[in-house]
């Protein structure tokens, strides 16, 4: 092993090496990179906690435990090394066996007081939170931890004070490890909830793009049939009697535009009127490819009058627009059937009335509305 070549990357002296060193991806596909840079700043936590521990206790102690602390921090940088090699079960379980011995060996050193038997805490945390067992398993394992610590406390809380205390040096140890205790359990607890925010938020968002994608027409980006269908019920309940106009339009002469274009041309037609109609109508206008070149148009709060008017300067503004299409300018006209609806019959009594009213303008001459 040569420095961090271990790693996958030559030695670097940058300051991203330590983020990029814990960050770095697992080894397996079949699991997820979160709980394994947890395991490693819980290490570094430990480790940290451990140099920091040391000095405090002064050289004396250093010397009087140099196999104890030596030991400790040979097992936990190998420890550390491994959660690049082993799979993330491994990994967890030798924390809570490094941890149960790391805490056994240093409190008859520092003394109950000094509070490294907190780091129970966020090990538990970080069995619940970052384990792939199962809900009883979990359970089984917080269990034990709790039978350890509870031992721990009669075994050990009486019988132990610091071989080197001293109530500054006591202080101090206490809020090494309490900080230490402290941020493990800020991590973790900010870690995986973000994880978890971020997995809900990535599902609602697929989740809309799913209904988006189930309520749009593909090609002209306008609604479907079936969101038109249902948003005409909920414009009913929501109108409270204000004036609602429906009106069916269809391109005039689109199977000649295929015939003679080809069927691509046709759909630039289809993207290009739909695109006229919503820089046109008011925003509030609900627009619908009701079918083939047939087209659902929806105008809450306006009447037949105002509909109609409404609908004529889209029949024009459609007519003097043109869309290119390779080297052909292609002009297509519309026409328009329009039907206020009166809260006395049915939504599909009127789009039958805006349909029959359609087909009245093609037969008589096509690119007009008729209300």
């Known amino acids: ?17 330590l983020y990029d060193l814990i960050n770095k991806d697992v080894k397996f ?32 102690a250093m010397y009087d435990q140099r196999v104890k602390l030596l030991f400790l921090v040979a097992a936990n940088i190998v420890l550390l090394v491994q959660t690049y090699c082993f799979r993330t079960k491994i990994v967890l379980w030798s924390y809570i066996v ?32 970052g384990s792939y067992s199962k809900k009883l398993q979990k359970f089984i394992i917080a269990a034990l931890v709790l039978i350890v610590r509870i031992s721990f406390i009669v075994l050990m809380s009486d019988a132990y004070v610091s071989l080197y ?26 870690n995986f909830s973000k994880a978890e925010k971020e997995s809900e938020g990535k599902l609602i968002k697929y989740n809309d793009t799913l ?5 749009t027409d593909q090609l002209t980006g306008l ?3 079936r969101r038109a269908e249902q948003y005409m019920e909920e414009q009913i309940e929501a109108s409270n009697g204000n004036p609602i106009s429906i009106s069916i339009g269809d391109i005039d002469f689109f199977k000649k535009v295929n015939d003679t274009h080809g069927h691509d041309a046709g759909d630039e037609v289809l993207k290009h009127i739909a695109n006229v109609m919503k820089d046109t109508l008011r925003s509030d206008s609900f ?29 024009r503004r459609i007519m ?36 029959e009213r359609l087909y009245r303008g093609k037969e008589n001459g096509r690119n007009q509305v008729v209300y």
């Open 1 to 17: 092993m040569r420095g961090c070549e271990i790693f996958g990357r030559p030695p670097c002296y940058d300051g991203m090496f």
């Open 29 to 60: 596909e079949d699991e997820t990179r979160k709980v394994m840079v947890a395991l490693r700043v819980m290490y570094l936590a430990v480790l940290f906690s451990l140099i920091l521990n040391t000095f405090v206790l002064g050289t004396q």
């Open 98 to 129: 490094f941890s149960f011995v790391w805490i056994f060996m240093m409190i008859p050193i520092e003394g109950w007081k000094a509070g490294v038997q907190n780091f129970f805490m966020p090990m538990l945390m970080l069995v619940f939170f």
């Open 165 to 190: 205390s001293d109530p500054a040096r006591d202080k101090a140890l206490q809020i090494v490890n309490v900080t230490a205790v402290f941020c493990c359990a800020v991590y973790i607890s900010y």
């Open 211 to 215: 209904k988006e994608a189930a309520n």
């Open 223 to 225: 609604f479907n049939r």
């Open 287 to 315: 627009i619908a490819r009701w079918g083939g070149e047939e087209f659902l148009i929806v105008l809450p709060n306006c009447n037949g009058d105002q509909a109609y008017m409404a609908l004529d300067r889209l029949r």
């Open 320 to 355: 003097g627009s043109s869309v290119l299409v390779g080297d052909a300018e292609i002009s297509v006209t519309m026409t328009f059937g329009v039907s206020e609806y009166d809260f006395s019959g049915s939504m599909d009594a009127s789009i039958k009335e805006a349909d």
